[in-house]
T-cell receptor, first 110, second 115 residues
Framework: SQKIEQNSEALNIQEGKTATLTCNYT??????LQWYRQDPGRGPVFLLL?????KEKRKERLKVTFDTTLKQSLFHITASQPADSATYLC?????????FGQGTELSVKP | GAVVSQHPSWVICKSGTSVKIECRSL??????MFWYRQFPKQSLMLMAT?????????EQGVEKDKFLINHASLTLSTLTVTSAHPEDSSFYIC???????????FGPGTRLTVT
């Protein structure tokens, strides 16, 4: 069955550093891969979408890579800020719906 | 753009009663809406996919007679939890999209507590 794995442990980094989150998947060939941010008690917020034929995508301080051979996506936040602290969810698209990973909790310390 | 609202944001109900949650796309027409539930410290679990004017498609293990979904228009979908029990207590989140294979826009969620 399809499986999506993200860093299960919380990620703690210092303000100003680059945060790197990992998303691995198996038994799947998604057309798109997406990243969302979720704050406690709130719905997720869409951040970035990358297609299977794209290697990298950027938006301001965010960068996503997509390696369909490794079946992996990396999500980077450069010059991280305490306001970036949240849970980040990876999601694969297929069959008209999203399949979410369990999320990685990021904490950026001042 | 792409704002989705949910109402109510939280609700407490007695066991055995029914609760209706509304999901509206405020500034776009959503061809598809989705309903998720989320338990603490867990990821989102898709419950059903809803298209305007047609019956919802439920995920395996989700009781369609318990979780009634109505998608009356391109901007409104409702989820009714019927005969609610304490184990139905959860965070329910809806999303809407123009293309079900692309980005989804989520509502703020509804916290349901069944006593």
């Amino acid at each position: 069955s399809q499986k999506i794995e993200q860093n299960s442990e919380a990620l703690n980094i210092q303000e100003g550093k680059t945060a790197t989150l990992t998303c691995n998947y198996t038994n799947y060939s998604p057309a798109y891969l997406q990243w969302y941010r979720q704050d406690p008690g709130r719905g997720p917020v869409f951040l970035l979408l990358i297609r299977e034929n794209e290697k990298e995508k950027r938006k301001e301080r965010l960068k996503v890579t997509f390696d369909t051979t490794l079946k992996q996506s990396l999500f980077h936040i450069t010059a991280s800020q305490p306001a970036d602290s949240a849970t980040y969810l990876c999601a694969l698209t297929g069959g008209g719906k999203l399949i979410f990973g369990q999320g990685t909790e990021l904490s950026v310390k001042p | 753009g792409a704002v989705v609202s949910q109402h109510p944001s939280w609700v407490i109900c007695k066991s055995g009663t029914s609760v209706k949650i509304e999901c509206r796309s405020l500034d776009f027409q959503a061809t598809t809406m989705f309903w998720y539930r989320q338990f603490p410290k867990q990821s989102l679990m898709l419950m059903a996919t809803s298209n305007e004017g047609s019956k919802a498609t439920y995920e395996q293990g989700v009781e369609k007679d318990k979780f009634l979904i109505n998608h009356a228009s391109l901007t409104l979908s409702t989820l009714t939890v019927t005969s609610a029990h304490p184990e139905d207590s959860s965070f329910y989140i809806c999303s809407a999209c123009r293309d079900p294979n692309r980005e989804q826009y989520f509502g703020p969620g509804t916290r349901l507590t069944v006593t």
